[in-house]
Each structure stands twice: as C-alpha cells, then as structure tokens.
C-alpha cells in the first residue's frame, strides 16, 4: 500500500470512483451517498459488529483480521474544573438530544450508532483507546510523520 494524503473526502473520490486510487479508509457518513448510489463498493466496516446501515457489509475482522476494531467517535470536551453539576447537565441533555427523531435520522443516514455514555465512562475509554494506540506504535515501532 501506499499513502496518499488528500484534504479531505471531496478531494479523494472522484479518484477512487475514476479508479486512480483502488480503495480507501473514510467514514462512512462521507461513504454512503457513493456506496448507496452505486459509484463504489463498501468492502468492510472498522467496528467491531455490522453496521446496521450496511448490514451485508462485513467487518475487517470477519474478512480475515481477527481483533481489528477501529471506531471513530465524537464527544463533548470541558475544562478539567467544570463542576460536576454543569456536566450532569451536559450529560441529560446530550442523552436526550441523541434521542430526538431528527437526531436519530440524521445518524442513521451517516450510519452512525450513538453509544451514550457518562462523562466517567468516556473517560475510561478515551483513556483506553490512547493507550491502545499508544501500544501499537511502540509494538510497531511506527515512527512520526515529519
């Protein structure tokens, strides 16, 4: 493989599509319309179970890389001093925003799952997922890009 560096999704797929590039890691909220509308192929997801967007779509670890899991993730930051009251605040309402029909769509078009969780269980696995990866670029011996 090579690495091609593009700014962006909108840069990379009309060389995928006109075959100047023969795959690519990307969202899947910047895949869908393409994969929907028939202009490339989804060959697997990064998580860690189906998609339930795309659920003929196998995972990397079902396509012959056991323990491959990737997910990408948003969250809410805060300073470190917020006050515990102001981020329960933060949780319900987060907790209920990703409730709300529109919310739900809009998700569901990008095949994004909404896994809500408390502010100490991300932190938990935002600790986890760093050293992860902090693991594999010593095992790998990965070096920095300069």
Do not use: C, W
């Amino acid at each position: 493989m090579t690495h091609v560096p593009y700014k962006g999704s909108g840069a990379v797929y009309p060389d995928l599509i006109a075959g100047r590039v023969t795959f690519l890691f990307d969202l899947a909220g910047s895949a869908m319309g393409f994969v929907q509308g028939g202009k490339v192929r989804a060959l697997a997801t990064t998580s860690s179970r189906r998609s339930p967007a795309l659920p003929d779509v196998p995972t990397i670890a079902e396509s012959g890389f056991p323990g491959f899991e990737f997910g990408a993730y948003l969250a809410v930051f805060a300073p470190a001093a917020t006050p515990k009251e102001a981020i329960a605040i933060l949780e319900d309402a987060m907790a209920k925003a990703i409730q709300a029909p529109a919310v739900k769509e809009r998700l569901t078009l990008i095949a994004a799952e909404p896994v809500p969780v408390s502010a100490a269980g991300f932190q938990k696995y935002f600790n986890d997922d760093v050293e992860r990866f902090a693991r594999l670029v010593r095992e790998g011996k990965i070096q920095p890009l300069r």
